[in-house]
């Protein structure tokens, strides 16, 4: 029973601290938003979370390099809309450009690269719950 109890605090704990996390994060995302002016691209924030997933040119976001340049590309930020009515099903938006890579200042360059991460980390919360819901349907179909 002890045991138990331990992992139901642990559990709960965890939850806890990843939803203060996700709070301040979608806080910090927010800022980014107005700083890097996506807002003249999406008009309301909410709806950047309609894209597919949003992207970056320029910069690596693989672990291995991670924030490295990629000498001689230009730094954008991109979303990816999918359309499945569409004929061409998805399509890069770009929402914000910034010119050649190795000209852009390093505190704009952090910034955007928090930006994308900071939206996939939320990204990620809201499919979570998406497929949660999925499941408790079917769930409740088995019923």
Known sequence: MSSALERLKKLTTKISSYEATRKTNLAKLKQLYNELEIYKKVSDFELIFNFKAINLSG????????????????????????????????????????????????????KIVEFVLRYRFEKSFLTLEHYNEMLEILDNNDK
């Open 59 to 110: 910069i690596s976001l693989i672990r291995e390099n991670f924030a490295q340049i990629k000498e001689g590309k230009y730094l954008q930020i991109l979303a990816i809309q999918y359309d499945k009515n569409a004929i061409v099903k998805s399509k890069n938006i770009s929402l914000g450009y910034f010119g050649r890579v190795e000209k852009v200042d390093t505190l704009l360059k952090d």
